[in-house]
């Protein structure tokens, strides 16, 4: 859809369409255009069976499901979005207006978030945002389903739209076709042997993998931390896309956003090992007097595995065709060698993992 429906946006109104994920059946579109004279973003919200994306991105009307179709606009209406991590410095766009609409879907209007895109980000401004998510994420170990107000009140009813386990009900569900080709042309001249065999090893022990996060302390976690959902604002970083969150364990939002800060070839992957550090040093220090260092470190990397062990074994179902991409506009070849230092910072985190 180039241009949003004419009852939300006259044919007269300038509007952009941005870059999103297509495949997701949850998003029927997304657009920088106008509201009331001002700068705004039109976010449609689509149900289950309005899309016709593949089915490993369909949208679901299960509360607790990954991608529960409502999530965000029940996050934006509760004002979750706009006050979970705000005391650390880490908003989201307050939302203008939100219009349930007469064919099932949602009109998500948000305030235009003003400032640097999330691929320009520096490593200074990354180890920034990983302290504020550490400091936002240390208030809600108590009960990740129930904000630290509300628990204040005495309330410890959690909200029933938040992902039920949304790390295991994802990884789980990419489309990863056995047996895996480990040895396919593409893989042997970009990854040698001995990554490919840490991949699959990885790929292999996947379930012990995600029940070793079941061990690490639990917070509210975005679940989708990386540069193009962030903006740096002149007055602190801003989060979009509110779609998955819910409770997590530590570590997982700030192992996603070294992590997928390169997949895609947005950022200059030289600086894959200067991002890492900064992160982890930031989101170490967020969480400081909450967890301990140690346990914080090793729940970036575990989690950092856990939330990848299935991308290899999807490149390589897929290698020789269509990449599947949106983000990434590399051939095959570049992709396959443009994301090895990242496939290796992966298996070295699952290897530390392990010890």
Not at 53 to 62: I, K, L, R
Not at 91 to 113: F, K, M, N, Q, S
Not at 149 to 178: F, H, I, K, M, Q
Not at 316 to 333: F, P
Request: glycine fraction near 8%; include cysteine; hydrophobic fraction near 45%.
């Amino acid at each position: 859809m180039t241009r949003p429906p004419a009852d939300l946006v006259p044919a007269e109104v300038p509007a952009q369409a941005l870059t999103h994920n297509p495949l997701n059946g949850v998003t029927g579109g997304l657009w920088r255009t106008r509201r009331a004279g001002r700068p705004a973003v039109l976010k449609l919200i689509a149900p289950p069976g309005a899309g016709a994306g593949p089915a490993h991105w369909a949208a679901s009307d299960d509360p607790g499901h990954w991608n529960y179709w409502r999530r965000e606009v029940e996050a934006y209406r509760s004002g979750l979005a706009t006050t979970c991590y705000a005391e650390a410095g880490l908003v989201a766009p307050d939302p203008l207006v939100i219009e349930d609409r007469p064919d099932g879907t949602v009109a998500l209007w948000l305030t235009e978030a003003a400032g640097r895109p999330g691929t320009t980000g520096t490593v200074r401004d990354l180890a920034d945002l990983a302290r504020r998510l550490g400091a936002a994420q240390a208030a809600w170990l108590a009960d990740p389903g129930v904000s630290p107000a509300s628990r204040r009140a005495g309330d410890v009813s959690p909200y029933d739209w938040l992902a039920r386990d949304w790390l295991r009900d994802y990884t789980l569900s990419r489309p990863v076709t056995e047996p895996v080709p480990w040895d396919h042309p593409a893989a042997v001249a970009a990854w040698p042997g001995s990554l490919r065999d840490d991949l699959r090893r990885l790929w292999e022990q996947r379930q012990a993998v995600l029940a070793a996060t079941d061990r690490l302390p639990r917070t509210l976690c975005h679940h989708d931390v990386w540069p193009t959902n962030l903006v740096f604002a002149d007055a602190g970083p801003v989060l979009l896309d509110w779609s998955f969150v819910g409770p997590g364990p530590i570590g997982e939002d700030a192992a996603n956003l070294v992590l997928d800060t390169f997949l895609d070839g947005l950022v200059d992957v030289a600086l894959l090992t200067e991002v890492a550090d900064a992160v982890l040093d930031g989101y170490v220090d967020g969480l400081r007097g909450a967890v301990e260092p140690a346990l914080v470190a090793h729940a970036v990397r575990l989690s950092g595995a856990a939330k990848y062990f299935w991308l290899s074994p999807v490149m390589l179902n897929r290698a020789g065709g269509a990449t599947g991409q949106t983000y990434d506009r590399r051939d095959e070849a570049a992709m396959f060698a443009g994301r090895r230092p990242v496939l290796e910072l992966l298996t070295n985190w699952a290897a530390a993992s392990a010890d």
